[in-house]
């Protein structure tokens, strides 16, 4: 459904994305993460059409943003950052407009009102001035607007911000849902929503993709990924740590809690040996005697790898 | 009577007719898209006091200057050429400007361009209904100023074929003045540095065709020679002559021409302003 090639944006000198290329299929819901000033919303901003690439090229269901730019742009729905809205007119108003902007047949305008409204949990303010909507509920109507011709494709920046826990834990939903039939693309810092909703991520710094893939895939390439948390007592810390390094599996053993009568650590395994790591653990615990409390597998964590391959840029 | 006939004759029905057919071409020649925003934007404007404003102020300052110093009564003559045409494009200096500074500032400041630019229209759809939107504003402002015409109907027998032209004359410069101000709100998010610098070029675009304009472009010596591009651009696209001939009366096809080509090319200017700046 979208089609991005070696998309490029400069500002001046400033290089804001390069070299970007990445597909998104129907039933897809991609995720973009990156720290602030990474990229995203210009991205998102060149997928919409709203800003001209500086080079590459953007296909959306196979209309060209450039060549045929309504084309692609009536498949789309997009909600931009901070959610902008026309402050003069009702909630009602404002997605009656937008229906007409987005070309819905006028038999089917109202009932395409009723249903976004009700999707984004609107009906409270639906006769509401928009300049009188709390931060929530404009990022809603924003939602609303977004959805409201039924789009194939949905392109929403931060979709959650300065939303309350229910309110994100709805929307996450609503996207998971939607995503089963459309491609989306949405932007967001909040790792366990990617996590939550996301088919796939893509980790963008500096205007560059340094990372892609299923947030399980992901969350592999972390640095603690496949470690196992070891506590057991039954003999002195040190005596411990000794045996484990021992074992052919092991790479390091980083003691978090030591003591005469027992040892709390993380053991990283060595390559490849990431799934025999936990026997040969719990196999010496036993021919030692020791008392397991805990043998657990680290899954590895979406923002420790968001940490890791993102942290020049804090110290620059 | 014979007055109301006049009236009736000379305005109500040539008003009643232009905007028919103004509305016909916004229902018929123009896009639904440009009809769309056509009316948001109207709406806009009558749920905020500006358009009120404009209107009252602009009525008040119009008709009080008429008779204080424009000496309508004291003239003896039943014409409103010299007591209220000569007066009446100065307001829409600065009206036109206050009518036109939110169109696309406005737009820029709540992000909202971002939305109507990602919509499936085309840019000019956008510029088009806005402008549009705007025009009517300053047209009802004309439509009210119909007690003076009464006025002078009471009063004496006027040519009212050629107060008719006035308006036009006036209507027409208006709307070039809001053109430039359509420019002018492209390039900032600010309404008020949108107001302030509209009325500075429309003030320029307004006495550059003026006579002593025109000297001193042809008596340009030496080393001021450098000025003289500047000078004679200004002094052709002055709008004062063409106003002039038309509020004579005289429906110049050159004036129109002049008129449309300049509403035209800055709303064009408008479309690449918001181009360029997003580029």
Same mark, same amino acid.
Request: proline letters at 4%.
């Given at each position: 459904?979208?089609?991005?090639?070696?998309?490029?944006?400069?500002?001046?000198?400033?290089?804001?994305?390069?070299?970007?290329?990445?597909?998104?299929?129907?039933?897809?819901?991609?995720?973009?993460?990156?720290?602030?000033?990474?990229?995203?919303?210009?991205?998102?901003?060149?997928?919409?059409?709203?800003?001209?690439?500086?080079?590459?090229?953007?296909?959306?269901?196979?209309?060209?943003?450039?060549?045929?730019?309504?084309?692609?742009?009536?498949?789309?729905?997009?909600?931009?950052?901070?959610?902008? @809205?026309?402050?003069?007119?009702?909630?009602?108003?404002?997605?009656?407009?937008?229906?007409?902007?987005?070309?819905?047949?006028?038999?089917?305008? *109202?009932?395409?009102?009723?249903?976004?409204?009700?999707?984004?949990?609107?009906?409270?303010?639906?006769?509401?001035?928009?300049?009188?909507?709390?931060?929530?509920?404009?990022?809603?109507?924003?939602?609303?607007?977004?959805?409201?011709?039924?789009?194939?494709?949905?392109?929403?920046?931060?979709?959650?911000?300065?939303?309350?826990?229910?309110?994100?834990? *709805?929307?996450?939903? @609503?996207?998971?849902?939607?995503?089963?039939?459309?491609?989306?693309?949405?932007?967001?810092?909040?790792?366990?929503?990617?996590?939550?909703?996301?088919?796939?991520?893509?980790?963008?710094?500096?205007?560059?993709?340094?990372?892609?893939?299923?947030?399980?895939?992901?969350?592999?390439?972390?640095?603690?990924?496949?470690?196992?948390?070891?506590?057991?007592?039954?003999?002195?810390?040190?005596?411990?740590?000794?045996?484990?390094?021992?074992?052919?599996?092991?790479?390091?053993?980083?003691?978090?809690?030591?003591?005469?009568?027992?040892?709390?650590?993380?053991?990283? =395994?060595?390559?490849?040996?990431?799934?025999?790591? =936990?026997?040969?653990?719990?196999?010496?615990?036993?021919?030692?005697?020791?008392?397991?409390?805990?043998?657990?597998?680290?899954?590895?964590?979406?923002?420790?790898?968001?940490?890791?391959?993102?942290?020049?840029?804090?110290?620059? | 009577?014979?007055?109301?006939?006049?009236?009736?004759?000379?305005?109500?029905?040539?008003?009643?007719?232009?905007?028919?057919?103004?509305?016909?071409?916004?229902?018929?020649?123009?896009?639904?898209?440009?009809?769309?925003?056509?009316?948001?934007?109207?709406?806009?404007?009558?749920? #905020?006091?500006?358009?009120?404003?404009?209107?009252?102020?602009?009525?008040?300052?119009?008709?009080?200057?008429?008779?204080?110093?424009?000496?309508?009564?004291?003239?003896?003559?039943?014409?409103?050429?010299? #007591?209220?045409?000569?007066?009446?494009?100065?307001?829409?200096?600065?009206?036109?400007?206050?009518?036109?500074?939110?169109?696309?500032?406005?737009?820029?400041?709540?992000?909202?361009?971002?939305?109507?630019?990602?919509?499936?229209?085309?840019?000019?759809?956008?510029?088009?209904?806005?402008?549009?939107? /705007?025009?009517?504003?300053?047209?009802?402002?004309?439509?009210?100023?119909?007690?003076?015409?009464?006025?002078?109907?009471?009063?004496?027998?006027?040519?009212?074929?050629?107060?008719?032209?006035?308006?036009?004359?006036?209507?027409?410069? /208006?709307?070039?003045?809001?053109?430039?101000?359509?420019?002018?709100?492209?390039?900032?998010?600010?309404?008020?540095?949108?107001?302030?610098?509209?009325?500075?070029?429309?003030?320029?675009?307004?006495?550059?065709?003026?006579?002593?304009?025109?000297?001193?472009?042809?008596?340009?010596?030496?080393?001021?020679?450098?000025?003289?591009?500047?000078?004679?651009?200004?002094?052709?696209?002055?709008?004062?002559?063409?106003?002039?001939?038309?509020?004579?009366?005289?429906?110049?096809?050159?004036?129109?021409?002049?008129?449309?080509?300049?509403?035209?090319?800055?709303?064009?200017?408008?479309?690449?302003?918001?181009?360029?700046?997003?580029?």
């Amino acid at each position: 459904m979208i089609e991005v090639k070696n998309l490029s944006k400069h500002f001046g000198e400033k290089v804001a994305v390069d070299d970007i290329s990445f597909t998104v299929e129907k039933g897809e819901v991609l995720g973009f993460l990156g720290p602030n000033g990474a990229g995203k919303s210009t991205t998102m901003r060149m997928v919409t059409g709203y800003l001209p690439p500086s080079a590459g090229s953007i296909s959306v269901g196979g209309a060209d943003i450039l060549d045929d730019e309504i084309a692609a742009k009536s498949k789309i729905g997009y909600l931009p950052e901070n959610a902008p @809205l026309y402050s003069d007119m009702s909630v009602e108003d404002f997605l009656r407009f937008s229906a007409e902007m987005r070309r819905v047949p006028e038999s089917e305008i *109202e009932a395409a009102i009723d249903k976004a409204i009700e999707t984004c949990f609107l009906q409270r303010v639906r006769h509401q001035s928009v300049d009188t909507l709390s931060k929530g509920f404009r990022h809603r109507t924003c939602l609303a607007q977004s959805i409201i011709h039924d789009p194939e494709v949905l392109i929403l920046d931060e979709p959650t911000d300065g939303l309350d826990p229910n309110q994100k834990h *709805e929307v996450r939903n @609503l996207i998971k849902r939607m995503g089963e039939t459309k491609a989306i693309i949405f932007s967001t810092h909040i790792l366990e929503e990617v996590e939550a909703s996301c088919s796939r991520a893509i980790i963008i710094d500096r205007g560059k993709i340094i990372a892609d893939g299923t947030p399980d895939q992901l969350k592999a390439k972390a640095m603690n990924a496949g470690a196992v948390i070891f506590n057991a007592t039954g003999l002195a810390a040190t005596g411990v740590r000794q045996e484990l390094e021992k074992l052919p599996e092991v790479r390091a053993v980083n003691v978090l809690e030591s003591g005469d009568n027992g040892i709390t650590a993380r053991v990283l =395994p060595n390559k490849g040996k990431d799934k025999a790591l =936990p026997e040969a653990i719990f196999k010496l615990a036993v021919a030692r005697g020791l008392t397991i409390h805990e043998l657990r597998v680290e899954e590895g964590r979406l923002d420790e790898l968001f940490r890791e391959i993102t942290r020049t840029d804090m110290e620059d | 009577m014979e007055a109301t006939i006049a009236l009736l004759l000379h305005f109500a029905i040539p008003t009643v007719i232009v905007s028919a057919i103004f509305i016909a071409i916004l229902l018929f020649a123009l896009p639904r898209e440009v009809r769309t925003i056509f009316k948001r934007e109207l709406k806009a404007y009558f749920n #905020s006091p500006i358009a009120y404003v404009c209107v009252v102020i602009f009525l008040l300052i119009s008709n009080g200057i008429t008779f204080w110093f424009g000496s309508l009564l004291e003239g003896g003559e039943a014409s409103l050429y010299m #007591s209220y045409f000569q007066y009446l494009p100065w307001y829409f200096v600065v009206v036109a400007p206050a009518v036109g500074m939110r169109l696309w500032s406005e737009e820029q400041r709540l992000g909202t361009m971002e939305l109507m630019l990602t919509m499936p229209i085309a840019p000019w759809h956008a510029i088009v209904g806005k402008y549009l939107a /705007a025009a009517i504003v300053l047209f009802a402002m004309l439509v009210l100023s119909f007690p003076i015409v009464w006025v002078i109907n009471y009063l004496g027998k006027p040519d009212n074929g050629v107060i008719m032209a006035g308006f036009v004359a006036t209507f027409f410069t /208006a709307l070039c003045f809001l053109a430039v101000t359509s420019v002018v709100s492209a390039f900032t998010r600010s309404q008020i540095v949108a107001l302030l610098i509209s009325i500075g070029l429309c003030l320029l675009l307004w006495l550059g065709g003026l006579q002593p304009v025109s000297a001193a472009v042809s008596s340009l010596k030496g080393g001021w020679l450098v000025f003289w591009p500047a000078l004679k651009f200004i002094n052709i696209i002055g709008v004062l002559p063409h106003f002039m001939e038309l509020a004579k009366g005289v429906l110049g096809f050159r004036d129109i021409v002049f008129f449309l080509t300049f509403i035209a090319f800055c709303l064009f200017s408008t479309a690449v302003v918001l181009r360029v700046k997003r580029a």
